[in-house]
Each structure stands twice: as C-alpha cells, then as structure tokens.
C-alpha cells in the first residue's frame, strides 16, 4: 500500500508537467561596467519596433525569447549611463550573444529610482550577493560552482562550503561539530532526519542537479530555528526559472579495483532497480503475531511452526556477477509561460536516476588493551546503490506577489553482501576461524511538498511569506540476513559449521533474519511579517513571524533465528550445519523434526512511538546608523516545545514526556568599512535537542560495522534522559569584495556548550562492542576561518599577457581547537568533541572560456583526524579516530556545436585510503605511524576506494 501511495505521487508529479513550447531564437547576453567590468542589475534591453524586451539579472544577464529572423536594432538603457545601440541580425533561427559595457553619463542630480528585475538566485555573483547582504554570517555555493564540479549530490557539493566536512558520505558536519549539531531546511521547512540511529539528514538524497544554492548560516538570528551549533544548512530546489530551457544527461563511471571485479548478490526483487523492494523480502504475510508483540513471540512449540518456517524466503545464495560500471541519467526542463504582462507562470522539471555499485575489499583489526594484535578481517563487501529523484516545481508571479508550489521525491535503495574471513587465527590458544555472510537490503523514501507565498507592497516596505509543508519519510529494512560458520584452526575448510543453538535464537550470528520499518511524517507551518518604519529620518524595519512544527515516528524491528533442538541425532546435525550457506536453508531442512526451525526474538524495546510539537515566535529589530554604514539586526526567539516518546524496557512501559521552553536572544553587527568592505560580529543562544532515537530504549546491531547501538534510555551503565544542550555563540568576520564575483572573507568564533551530546563507546572489543548516547559537563570550541574566490585577471595586469583572465581560484581553510569535560559516570579525560577535524581545506582552480566553450577544473579537500566515537580512557579505553582523507579530483567539460557539452573527471586522483584507528593508550591523542612499535595506536580499519573515472555527455536547448 506505501508502495502504491508512492507510485501515485510520482504520476501525480508527472502529469503535474505543463506542456512543452517550441522552439525560436532568442537574443542573449552581459551589461557590464566600464569602469570595474562588474554587471549593472536592470538594465532596460529593447528590440526596437517590436513588442519584446527584458531587464537584466543580478548578474547583469538578460534574455528576450521568440526571434523571427531579420535585423533588429536592440537598444540598452540605465539611468545614469550612455545609451548603446546595437544592430544583430538573426539567420535561420540561431541565437545571437551580446556583450555590451555601459559607460556612465556626466554627473547629474537624480532621483530616487526603483528598479524591479527578476533575480537569479543560482549564480556565483547571486550567491556572493546574498551573502554579502545577509543579516547573519554566512557561506553558500551556487549551482553555478556546482556545474563546474563532478559532484553528484547534495553531499558531495556542501563539503566545499568553508568550515563543512562530510562524514560517511552523506551526513554533514560544521566548524568541527557532528550531524547532531547542525539543522537542515529544505527551502523553507525542517528536513527530515531519514537514519534510523541518530539526528541526521542525509545528503546524499538530493541530487546536485536539483539544486539552485545552498546557504550555510553560522549565527542565530531570530527566525533561524533554535536547534542549531554548527550551522543551518539551507537547500534550496530550482524555483521559477528566468528562461524556457531544456537539458538531458548520461555519465559512466569506473571505479579503480571495483568495477570489472566479481561482485556478490543475493537473487534481487523486480524493483531493486528502481530502489524499493517489490515484496520479495517481507515478512510471510500469514505469520501469527503480526503486531509484533514481544510476549507472542513465535517458538518451536508453536503447533505450524514446519509451514511458518517454510514461508519464510529461504533463498540464502551468493550469486556472482562483474561488476558493472555505474550509471547515471538526468533530464530537466525549465519552461516559462508570460501569461500578461503583469503575470507569469513557470515550471521546473527534474529527473535524476543513478545505479552504482561498489566492491570495496575491507581490513579490520583488533586489540586487546594494548598494540598485540587480537583477530583480524578480511570484508569483501559488495553493494549496489539505486537513486531515482523527482523535482517539479511550479509558480506563479504577479507584481509583487508570487506563490510556489514545490515538490520534491527522492527513493534510494542500498542492496549489500558482506563476505568476512577472519584472517588471524592462533596456532597455540587454537582460536576459531570464522567465515560471516550478512546480506541486507534498505530503502528509503522521501516526499516533501511546499505551498509558499511571497506578498510585498508597492513601495517595497511591507512584505509578508508563508509556507505550508509537509515531509514523508518512509524506511524499511526488509529481510537483513546473517551467518557465522566455524571451523577449528587445524580443521580445512570442509570443516566449517555454523553456529546455529540449540537453545534461544541468534539473529546475529545464528541464521538471523531482521525486519524493521519506519514512518515519519511532519507538518509544518511559518510565516514572517516585515515593515519598513520612518520617525522623522531615523528608518528601521521590524519583523514578526511564527514556526510550527509537528513530527511523529513509529518505529518496529522483528528479529528472527533458526534453532536446531538439542535432541537432534550428532550425525544429523552435523550433516546440516556443514551445509554451504546455499543449501543450508533449502525447503527440505527446515520445520521438521530434526530439522531447522524459526523462532522470534524480538524485544519490547524493539519498538518505539514519539512525537514532538514545537511552537516558536519571534520579533526582530533592524537598525541603520550613520548613514547606512553600521546596521544592528537582533531580537529574540522563543521556542516551546514538546518531546514524546512511548516504548516498552522489561516489559514495563516507559512514556517520556519532556516539555522545555527556551528564551533565545541574538544580535547580529555589521560595518561597512567601504563599499567593498565589512566587518561583522554576532551573538546568539542556539540549541540542541535529542533526537527520537537518541533517548529510545532501542538496540541494534550492526554487523557490517561491527558494533551495536544503545539508545540512551535502554538500560546500561549510563542509562538517562538526554538532556537539552544549550550553546552561546560568538562569531567575528572581515569581509572584501573587490567585485560582484569575488571575495575574500576571515573569521573566527567560540562557542560554550553545556550538557553536549556525545556517542560514548561501552564496549571496545570484537563482536561486543557497542555504544550509547550521552551527556557531557560541558565544552569549547573555538577557530579561524578563511574563504577566498579570486579571479586571476591581475597576473595578466602584471605581465601584459592574456593567459589568466579565464582563471579563477576558490580556497577555504578551517582552524579549530575543542575541548570537552565529561560527567563523573563517563570514565574519561579531557578530550576534543566527536567529529571535530583540527583542519579542513578546501581548494578549487577553474579554466573557463566561453568563447571556446572549454571548462576545467582542480579540486582539493582534505580534514584532519577526528575522533568518530568517544572511549573511556579512565578504563583503558581509547577513542576510535577516523583518519584524513585527501581528495583530488580534475574534471574537464568542452562544448559541441552550441547544445552538446562532454566532460571528463577523475576524483581521487591520489588513490587515497579511507581509514580508521583507535587510541590504544587513552592519550586522547592518534599517531599515524602504525609500524612503529614505540607508537600504540594501532590501525583498525583501511580500504581504498580507487581511482573514481567518470565520462558524461549533456544536450541542452
């Protein structure tokens, strides 16, 4: 039925497509400034003796549609500046580009003029202005800067934000701090957090195509959310396009020591190609219990335990295949319909599709309190990932009014076989060697819908937006599978057996089947008034707006293993453990006397409902002094909210409900030294709430990472409430902007976090070991931050050459230093915070000639070492360390006969490792230096992802 609810959104997406127009010339081009060559926003561009015109962007672009072939004199005005003429002739319907520069008039007293043209939000120069003439402190990157990267999601763009790292792949960290502390809107909407175990949005669930910019805001502001430390990323979708436009796209990608090597599976569903399950994997849909309750648990003493155990898939085979190359495809198409002068429509249509697979091969290792080397692994790890994402977008706009109506679906499907060794078995104590299988496959499904509207007055003083919204989230992990066969070390590998009890099932290690979904559903409503005052000449505005928020999760896992009874003959149970792990379950071995059987072990704690209400209000000031030069933006934001969750622990039901209400003060400063420069200092009070999962009784394992996770509340030696973190920021920047496309910016913050919310090792070692969630006292973070995006121009000046006009740099750094005091239950000292990199660079060189059509760039990111999960040092516990990651990627596009662009990337250039290590001696520090025995850190998990070789075509029209 969520399938289906699903399908028809899509369709509904679809048919939501308005009709496709013709095509025609049109008339495209740049008004520049004589003086700086910076572009001039509304200029008025006419072709005489027609109806057609248009005014530029904040770009200084312009359009005009729909030429009919002939010779046409377009005329450029500006108030202040030299008229220009300029006579084009169109010829069997081929576009015509003019770039044309404006020289000012004499000077002249003039009046007070307004000039309204249509914004572009997607370029670098929009974005720089944005930021430029924010309220708060912020970084951003357009789609612009996006174009000229390989990055394919909205992951692997926002890590080229200053100051932003990436962990996972696909979960986002700010100025050292991890998910948790950073909040996520999707336009103008919270985004739902889509892990299961923790607060986070996943990144990788936008594609970059998708996107129009996405803004970073580093200080609070009154009507920023409160639940914030890091930062408050904003994703914004293409909205109302400027031009009608058509574009599709095709990529194949290698991956070094991956693509073209054997690949495991199991037998997929008919849709893992579209990224859900087809029902393939489910639960048996006549299984008893089907709440799930925990009492009722299904056992071999039920009456049809041999067709219960039958019903289940018992398709446990390892298929092998080559690995194929990875594919992706997206199509958009951007139309604009003038329905009057006065009022316009368009629509933004996107589609994204992408099939990649992986085949990493994995070292693990571990130890014993000390640098002796306990059991080592061996992963082949193979894994296919399918994106399919739908965008469509309408709006409509009317003088100053404008309404959009956005709708976002993204499904992703992530298929995996895990094929472990244990490659150090001991000669003298005779350990065990071991051969795992873990085979699972998770979907996620998203859908979001924005209703928004923006209303101003005439004069431009009054403005008022609204959104209505709403988030789907859907997650389901149908039918995770796992296996351990043992053999002794002097045994050969006929000997392997697996581990399957007699007694209560296993579902890790014992033929365990595991079956968890989860729904999330939010609705939200926001809106903000604003008004432009005058007392007799002292101007200042004010803003009033208000955030609802409500959000409701119900979680359930089931886990099942096979048993084998302890009566069973020797000789037979000998004859079915020794099965290979394609027979093993086969139809004839299960439910009979003698045979395997399926039991439930699913826990009360397996299960969880919660709910949040959250209710914020808040009023702002923004002042001007000194003619416009000093402008005081501040004001406060109350946020009362609601956190309920309901779950059961030893049967006992368990019915949290935590109501706080936070008063939050902010002020943000700025000073403009000259035109180009400013400096800012802000203050705020932010947040941090637990996340649902963070404070449920919860437990799971994870096999393919080899730990298990405790929510908060689930009964350990820390067992607690979270607590709400509270965090004063302090935040300081200069900023230079020589021109509309560069800038130079430096900063440098602090921040006082009380009660931070940490993930704590409990146990450190082999298959036990497992993690909470945690208070900490408190912590300091504090650091520099440097942005730099320069057009290299001034060489040429220098050298009297024209060889760097086309160049142009992009660099940040970030600097930072943390410090956190743990409670007196934590065994542990003094220690940076989890996530936080002590560096991270990022640096960009980009080629681009237009009149050529060739683009190229060079890309560089690395981050320092960073602690991943927080150890007991008191106890000899070590945190576990993610090591840096150097990124080097080059990428080349050239453009054919006008529509057809080629490109041609290779990331990775430096055949980086992507590694893990543990603190053996609890110094709070990690050395790199693994060979040296004089150094106990050890490594604890390495493998090379390879050289990442990708070729793209794309037709645009």
Known sequence: MYKNLYLARIFTILFSFLSLQGFAAKITGTVLDAKDNSPIIGVVVIVKNTDK???????????????????????????????????????????VDLNIILKEEEKKTLKDVTVKATRNTHTENAVIMEMRKSNQIVSGISAQQIGKTMDRNAADVVKRVPGVTIMDDKFIMVRGLIDRYNTVWLNDMGAPSSEVDKKAFSFDVIPSGQIDRILVYKTAAPELPGDFAGGMVKIYTTSIPSTTSYSAGFQFSKREYSTGTPFNYNEPSKTDWLGYDDGKRSLPANLPNPEGIPEKNINKNDPNIQSISKSFNNDWAVKTKTTSPDMRFNFSAYNVFPVSKKVKIGNALAVNYTNTNTNYQIDRFEYSGDTTLGESYKDKTSVNN?????????????????????????????????????TSPDSINMFNVTHDYGMAYESRAIYTTQLTGTHKSADDKRKYTWTLGYTDLFKNMPDLRRIRYV????????????????????????????????????????????????????????????????????????????????????AIKRQLTRLPVDQIFAEQNMGGTNQFKMEENTSDYDKYDAKNMLIASYLALKLNFFNDKLTVYGGVRNEYNTYTIHSYTNQVL????????????????????????????????????????????????????????????????????????????????????????????AGVFYKDIKDPIQQVILNPEGTNRSFTFANMERAVSYGLELDVRKSLSFVDDWFKTNVFSNLSLVGNAAFIKSEMRPIATILTDKSPMIGQSPYMYNAGLYYQNDSVGLQASVLYNVFGPRIAYLGQTKSNVGNIWELPFNSFDLIVSKKFFKYLTVSFGVQNLLDQKVRTAQDINADNKISTSFTD????????????????????VKVKI
Request: charged share 20%.
């Open 53 to 95: 015109g248009a005014q530029t962007d904040v770009d200084g672009k312009f359009e005009i549609n729909n030429i009919e072939d002939g010779t046409y004199e377009v005329l450029f005005s500006y108030i202040g500046y030299k008229k220009v003429l300029e006579t084009v002739t169109v010829i069997k319907g081929k576009d």
């Open 386 to 422: 399918v994106s399919s994402a739908i965008m469509d977008n309408v709006a409509v706009g009317w003088g100053n009014n404008k309404i959009e109506f956005k709708n976002l679906y993204n499904q992703i499907g992530r298929s995996s076989l895990v094929d472990r060794y244990n």
């Open 487 to 570: 053999r002794s070390y002097a045994d050969d590998d006929t000997m392997y057996a697996t581990t399957i009890p007699s007694g209560s099932p296993d579902p890790v290690y014992g033929g365990g089947r595991v079956f968890s979904q989860l729904y999330e559903k939010t609705y939200v409503f926001n809106h903000q008034f604003s008004q432009k005052l005058r007392i007799k000449t002292f101007e200042f505005e004010v803003f009033a707006g208000n955030y609802i928020e409500y959000k409701g999760r119900a979680y359930a896992l089931r886990q099942f293993g096979a048993t084998l009874a302890a009566s069973t003959p020797i």
């Open 654 to 745: 368990m019915e949290t409900k935590l109501p706080t209400n936070f008063i939050l003060p902010s002020i943000n400063v700025s000073y403009n030294i000259t035109d180009k420069q400013l400096v800012r200092v802000a203050y705020g009070k932010t947040l941090n709430r637990p996340e649902f999962r963070e404070n449920s009784p919860s437990y799971f394992y994870d096999m393919e990472n080899r730990w298990g996770i405790y929510g908060a509340m689930f009964p350990t030696a820390f067992s607690d409430t979270l607590k709400v973190a509270q965090i004063h920021n302090v935040d300081a920047r200069w900023e230079w902007y020589p021109s509309n496309s560069e800038m130079i910016q």
């Open 933 to 952: 025995k004089a150094n106990p850190d050890r490594l604890i998990m390495s493998y090379r992802p390879g050289r990442y070789y990708t070729i793209g």
